[in-house]
Each structure stands twice: as C-alpha cells, then as structure tokens.
C-alpha cells in the first residue's frame, strides 16, 4: 500500500477513486511517564516518552487507514493528511485520512 501526500503517485495512473479512507486512534499519557516528563519540562530538552507516544499514534493511525483502504480494494492513498487533538484530560486522537485509489 502507497501513502502520498500529492494528488497523484508519480510515475502511475490513477483508475478509479474509492472515497475517504480512515483510520484513528486515541493515546493516554501514564503517571509515570507525566512525573518525569514533567521534571524534563523543567530542565528543558525534548519529552521523548510523549514523542514516542505521538509516533506510536500516527503509526497506528496510518495501519488503520491502511486496513479501511484495502477493505475498499485500494492500491494506493493520495492526499494523506495526519491530525492530532486532545480529547480528554492526558489523551490524544490522531487520525490518518486520504482518498482511497486503484492504480493502473
């Protein structure tokens, strides 16, 4: 399965546009990780249990776009866009969308 961010995949010729596909999923913070990533916050540098939290979401996110686009029959996904908010106190959703296509 290819992911784009453009219009098209280079190089192919796109035959058919499925619709949106899309795949989320919502991360919570632990305790743990808050006291020391709130100590780090204070010292300053960068907070590597939330970075790593975030890319473990937008990899979920993408695998589930993914799934929900081979279910349609796709080849490929053009126009991916990733989004991310908090939902609840500590938690996070990332969602993955983009139109699902063949490929010739």
């Not at 632990?30 to 890319?55: C, F, H, M, P, W």
């Not at 686009?69 to 996070?92: F, T």
């Amino acid at each position: 399965m290819e992911f784009v961010t453009t219009e098209t995949v280079p190089g192919r010729e796109i035959t058919e546009s499925l619709g949106v596909a899309r795949g989320n999923t919502v991360k919570a913070r632990n305790v743990g990780r808050d006291i020391t990533q709130s100590i780090r916050n204070i010292t300053g540098g960068e907070l590597k249990a939330y970075s790593e939290l975030l890319t473990d979401a937008r990899d979920d996110a993408l695998d589930r776009m993914a799934e929900d686009a081979r279910s349609m029959g796709a080849d490929a996904v053009v126009n991916v866009r990733l989004e991310s908010s908090e939902i609840a106190n500590g938690g996070s959703e990332v969602i993955a969308y983009g139109t699902a296509v063949t490929l010739a």
